[in-house]
């Protein structure tokens, strides 16, 4: 098979049916969104026995349980993708959206008008769920998906593909809104990525070896949903209860997330009162602490898993009930260690003085900057945004949760009279 | 010379510098322009003097006429280098401006602020004054910039760059938020787009072939000002006058430029009426007419360069008085024209019916929609926006002319009063 041919002709495929969705009603949107929930509904059973190919290929290649969990869609799972579909079809349309307007000494009327991107390809690993995620939101946004899985989740993915795409055509638009890559030699990812006439913008969902593959290879924009090395700073003013609990939230809600606290930063005069509650908080729930000499030497009395933190510590996403702490001089200190040591993501700072908080909210280079509240609210659901295509940490176009109006930009549409240049 | 240890110093500098900038307050940066200008203005014969070391060189490499142009510093054009920098200062700072706001059921504040990008890394070629502009605009912006100039302009850049740290230094500023590469060994673009930790976008002013080679390298998002097919579409229901003269000014009034028109697109209903006024006026200004069968077989009686349009013609950017006219049976057609042979830029429909008119604006997939005005006026000045980066067709982040707000992208910022999450 001509991969690269293969590649091409569902990308074309996507491009047209982008210029279609151009001019679709939010109406159709929506109700192709309903179809899509109905197709969903109506094929349970064959979206499980698809599902339950892939399972068994899975368990031959003996792979971990916790792959076999992402990878399963159980009733549980297949009533939250139509919970999504009617969720995203709730969501305001951002489409046509007038974000600024003004007129010219010579009468040139100048908007900026919100639209789709074009076409999305998305690159994800074993979790057949997104397929359904990433259409609603794409077409609700009036974008066409190139949607290429990992091969453990191929069945499903071709089967959830197909439920989709006569869910869209039922409601008159493009099926080619949604294109599923079948194939899924890594070769077909090259070829995605490099298709610059027809994709206008690449998300990668996976692991970081993924990510860095598709950032060294794309020749089209990219929407990073990177690790999340995310901070939270007691400060010298700070509410030490609430510090504590903001810190534990930080680490211990959810401990296996991007945006979970994986280092503490602690000022030097509240250090002596914080750090013995903090870290009896800790050892009761099992967190190892990996702590700089002066914390050591503060807690030296303290239960639980205690030990010395090294600089690779500061650098890692633990992913896993462990915490770095570190005790800091000043808040300079702090947004210094956070910029050079972080990773752009979801940073808190704790403090009853607005004015130090509005320096670090101010001068931390992350996408995600909080005061007195946890790092695991960097959610866009928690925002109030409904559904989101992930996080990203990167700088240009969108930070943090990406959702609706991520998968928009704006252009400008000028009104003349008949206006020339002199 | 370790090029990629050069670079990397540079880069981190750039990088430090940027966190320096992230507290610094508007009229900071003001005073730096004002410096800026002074230093430029009291060096005049300095610039002058090393100026004339590059254009020595390019006269020995024979470059041509246009290239000697560009690469001239006259005191007319350092008077604009000053310019530039009083109206940069008097550009509204975007920074810090929250765009949106609200409150969650539990009390968190949500907003999002505006805050630079962080460093900027240039790649241009040989027009020194790109030193000056792009320094003013970054650093208004809170941006550090990496300026790498082309080799050819190596003595002027160096000059200029030294002269704009100093205005920087003076305002108590860091001077590193201008780097500048004095190394012009193509290796050195090389490590500029792979410095992923410590550059936030990549801009490339120059050829197409300068452009494929960034896009082909950077693990750093690029932001392209890429070629310009730009449109005009005659519709059947225009203003026969009016059509003519936006064509005629887009085509005529500068023809060497990304948004001057490339084609005419002529809705069959008004062709008979249009098409020989409009192949008068072009005849006279001399504009060679690349023109279909059916336009031919119209004005098969008019004077001037008329020949068979191809199809290459329609891909290619003439800059030059040579314009390529098709004439289209609908609406459609000619939107179907546009995304297929457009290069995104800017396109405008001359129509005094205001639904065909919104219809077009909605499915060109432009950086610049236009009703009823010459598409000149796609330009950064011309929508009252100061000055500009250049023009962006690409569709994240930024489309059309890229001012200080292009410079920058919002975080989320977070208030809170010790919310966890459950």
Known sequence: MDLEKYMAEKAKRAREASYALLGAATAEKDKALSFIAEEIEKNRDIIKKENAKDLETAKKKKRKDAFIDRLTLTDKRIDTMIKNCADIKGLKDPVGEVTREWTRPNGLKITKKRMPLGVVGIIFEARPNVCVEASALTLKSGNAVILRGGSDAVNSNICLGNIIRDGIKKAGLPESAVEVIEETDRE??????KAKEFVDVIIPRGGVELIRFIEENSVIPVIRHDAGICHVYADKEADIHMAVNIAF????????????????????????????EMAEKFAGAGVEMRVDKDIKEIIKNAKGNIRAVNEDDFKKEHLALVISVKKVNSLEEAVAHINKYGS??????????????????????????????????????EYGLGAEMGISNQKLHVRGPMALEGLTSEKFVVYGAGQIRE
């Open 188 to 193: 077909t990812i090259l070829h995605l990525v």
């Open 249 to 276: 939230n930080s680490k211990v809600q959810r401990p296996g997330v991007c945006n979970a606290a994986e280092t503490l930063l602690v000022h030097k005069d509240i250090a002596g009162e914080f750090m013995p």
């Open 344 to 381: 752009h993501h979801t940073d808190s700072i704790v403090t009853e003085n607005p004015e130090t908080a509005e320096k670090f909210l101010t001068l931390v280079d992350s996408a995600d900057c909080f005061h007195n509240c946890s790092t695991r609210f960097s959610d866009g659901y």
